[in-house]
T-cell receptor, first 113, second 115 residues
Framework: GQQVMQIPQYQHVQEGEDFTTYCNSS?????IQWYKQRPGGHPVFLIQ?????EVKKQKRLTFQFGEAKKNSSLHITATQTTDVGTYFC?????????????FGQGTILTVHP | NAGVMQNPRHLVRRRGQEARLRCSPM?????VYWYRQLPEEGLKFMVY????????ESGMPKERFSAEFPKEGPSILRIQQVVRGDSAAYFC?????????????FGDGTRLSIL
């Protein structure tokens, strides 16, 4: 079945440093979504990428979708303590239903002030 | 505009008991998804339901687990004869449909602990 891999599993940065997490799928994706989960919280939708090579920005966050639509990345410029949390990528799970999502295992970001 | 409502937030059960987790989707959302999350792991899909129908239950364990989304009332995830390995956070998400522009909105989750 479809697999979505994310690296790194953990990332510790000093406040002000940049951060990047990478996502790779075993199959071509129709779209990819990114979620953020704060410690003890629930996943919150950040963005969806649909087009090959697409790049989207949200303030200090830059999201990319690979040309082959099998990989994606999230880059945070000049991290802040409010960026702490786990970042997940997710792709449509395929199979018998379009709606379910297959999540990567996430990257846990720690920001030291 | 209330978000996805899950209750209880925390549930403690002894081995062999039953656990019932409830999820009310966002207003206007007719699609419900259940996911399970173990500590420091990603979310694993369990089941996808629309009103009165199970669309995809490929992620559900074959035994002891069941889900429903009745015409009236919340979606229920039921775990019978719970075991220690069932301890996890269970998240419900909803969406108005399954189109490209319809992301899933998650509830706060139910943290299930098995003694």
């Amino acid at each position: 079945g479809q697999q979505v891999m994310q690296i790194p599993q953990y990332q510790h940065v000093q406040e002000g440093e940049d951060f990047t997490t990478y996502c790779n799928s075993s199959t071509t994706l129709s779209n990819i979504q990114w979620y953020k989960q704060r410690p003890g919280g629930h996943p919150v939708f950040l963005i969806q990428l649909v087009k090959s090579g697409e790049v989207k920005k949200q303030k200090r966050l830059t999201f990319q979708f690979g040309e082959a639509k099998k990989n994606s990345s999230l880059h945070i410029t000049a991290t802040q303590t409010t960026d702490v949390g786990t970042y997940f990528c997710a792709g449509p799970g395929g199979g018998t239903s379009y709606g379910k999502l297959t999540f990567g295992q996430g990257t846990i970001l720690t920001v030291h002030p | 505009n209330a978000g996805v409502m899950q209750n209880p937030r925390h549930l403690v059960r002894r081995r062999g008991q039953e656990a019932r987790l409830r999820c009310s989707p966002m207003k206007g959302h007719s699609h419900v998804y259940w996911y399970r999350q173990l500590p420091e792991e990603g979310l694993k899909f369990m089941v996808y339901l629309q009103k009165e129908n199970i669309i995809d239950e490929s992620g559900m364990p074959k035994e002891r687990f069941s889900a429903e989304f009745p015409k009236e009332g919340p979606s229920i995830l039921r775990i019978q004869q719970v075991v220690r390995g069932d301890s996890a956070a269970y998240f419900c998400a909803s969406s108005p449909g399954t189109g490209f522009d319809q992301p899933q909105h998650f509830g706060d989750g139910t943290r299930l602990s098995i003694l």
